[in-house]
């Protein structure tokens, strides 16, 4: 497959510090083409993307042996189209705003205890662009992901309260230790 040097980036409008269902985002989304001719914007969406990592067993079919592996899981919530049919010009840079408004979402439950990191469950949005064969996103994958601050993920969001993980740790622990003092007395 060979390259494109379309690149695709964003930025958020008065980031909140943490998003929840039915909450609407509006932002840019930065265009690029870096190619030495022009280019048509076939489509410049953005998806939203509901995933983890869960701890699975298989079973090899020839030996019968069962083996435990971590796989990640990606599935598609939704889907906005922002542009399409337009020409970029070799060098161009263009801006296309979006004003988008989130699902209802659940986050999906580890195997593990609920403090475990391993299912590291998040809420990505993907800022995709197609001029050729294939979408694709920023000259560096980080460009254009976003990794929304949501209660209950466990990984650091590209906006918004960042430590809102470990403010999440905290505070169950607080209530775990109220419960048990409770329970006590």
């Known amino acids: 497959m060979v390259g494109t040097k379309v690149h695709v980036a964003y930025e958020i409008n008065d980031p909140p510090l943490i998003v929840k269902p039915n909450d609407e985002i509006e932002g840019k989304i930065i265009v690029t083409n870096g190619e ?25 079919p020839e030996t019968g042996e069962e083996s435990e592996a971590w796989k990640d899981f990606k599935k ?46 998040r809420l990505e949005l993907h800022f995709n662009q ?34 809102l993980a470990k403010k999440q740790k905290k505070q169950k622990k607080a209530e775990e230790k109220a419960k048990a003092s409770e329970s006590e007395g």
């Open 36 to 60: 030495k001719k022009d280019k048509k914007l076939k489509k410049l969406f953005i998806e939203l993307y509901d995933m983890y990592m869960e701890f699975v067993t298989s079973t090899d």
């Open 76 to 121: 598609e919530l939704k889907q906005w189209d922002i542009a399409s049919g337009e020409k970029l010009k070799a060098g161009e840079k263009k801006e296309y705003p979006f004003k988008i408004k989130l699902p209802t979402w659940q986050k999906k439950k580890g195997k593990g205890k609920d403090d475990d990191l391993y299912n590291k469950w």
């Open 130 to 163: 197609k001029t050729s064969m294939v979408a694709s996103r920023g000259s560096e994958k980080l460009d254009a992901t976003c990794i929304l601050p949501i209660k209950g993920s466990k990984l650091t969001p590209s906006f918004g309260d960042v430590k």
